[in-house]
């Protein structure tokens, strides 16, 4: 990427975004803004290929979701022309403790979480005869840093070819603002967390690796890429269809 001028390839992703959306012959895109940087790339990505006014983004706080969030998508939606609806998912969320066998922890109630937003904006799309865009970035996903069904799924997925460190660097090109840009990387699932410390390293760090696999066709060097190899490896599930024996 570094080798790519950024107008470049805004302009590849926003091809990619209309063929899409023209091609499936429905008139929004959809897409959910957590006040993170990937979300702000993709919808702003989406604005400039088929107008604002074509963007519905949609701001799914929960108990947990900071303040700054809200604040920051706000202002995101004010400097691009996004139309923004918010909707709390703690009632949704409370719901389910009435469940047979609920049983409370971060890791089920984060899954969670993403999997009632996701149904949310499958939701709000096939209200507005729209198409889901997805906010997941190559890193995230080569770790399976994400949530099958949840926050990995998506109609399309305009940034997905784009490591982390990418996301950053088109992010600041495109003029997010930098409340966002300058945010430590949160998936917002319980007070304090951020991504970089559930993963065990920083952005940075996996990206040098998984460029230094990929070059190395996935053969590892040195303890740090062995970590983040076993991560793609035990991830492979999220990635690959679901085992069948369906014949054509």
């Known amino acids: 990427m570094e080798d790519l001028c950024a107008g470049c390839e805004f302009e590849r992703i926003e091809q990619m975004i209309r063929h899409a959306l023209w091609s499936s012959g429905k008139q929004k895109i959809v897409v959910g803004l957590s006040g993170g940087i990937d979300s702000a790339l993709a919808a702003t990505l989406s604005s400039g290929a088929v107008g604002s006014e074509n963007v519905c983004g949609f701001f799914l706080p929960s108990d947990v979701t900071p303040g700054k969030d809200r604040a920051d998508v706000e202002e995101l939606c004010e400097k691009f022309g996004i139309d923004?609806?918010?909707?709390?998912i703690s009632p949704i969320l409370q719901s389910y403790e009435?469940?047979?066998?609920?049983?409370?922890?971060?890791?089920?109630?984060?899954?969670?979480?993403?999997?009632?937003?996701?149904?949310?904006?499958?939701?709000?799309?096939?209200?507005?005869?729209g198409l889901v865009c997805g906010t997941s970035n190559k890193t995230e996903y080569l770790l399976g840093y994400c949530t099958k069904h949840g926050d990995e799924a998506a109609d399309i997925q305009p940034i997905l070819h784009l490591y982390k460190t990418d996301v950053r660097r088109l992010a600041a090109e495109k003029g997010i603002p930098d409340s966002i840009l300058n945010k430590k990387p949160s998936a917002g699932l319980y007070p304090g967390q951020t991504d970089e410390d559930e993963i065990g390293f920083?952005?940075?760090?996996?990206?040098?690796?998984?460029?230094?696999?990929?070059?190395?066709?996935?053969?590892a060097s040195g303890k740090t890429e062995d970590d983040?190899?076993?991560?793609?490896?035990?991830?492979?599930?999220?990635?690959?269809?679901?085992?069948?024996l369906l014949k054509f």
Do not use: C, F, Q
């Open 84 to 88: 923004l609806t918010i909707v709390p």
């Open 98 to 129: 009435e469940i047979p066998g609920y049983t409370d922890s971060k890791y089920l109630r984060g899954n969670l979480m993403a999997r009632i937003r996701m149904t949310l904006l499958y939701y709000y799309a096939n209200l507005n005869e």
């Open 202 to 219: 920083s952005y940075e760090e996996i990206d040098a690796a998984l460029m230094s696999l990929e070059a190395a066709n996935w053969e």
């Open 228 to 244: 983040i190899l076993a991560k793609v490896k035990a991830s492979a599930h999220k990635r690959n269809a679901p085992p069948n």
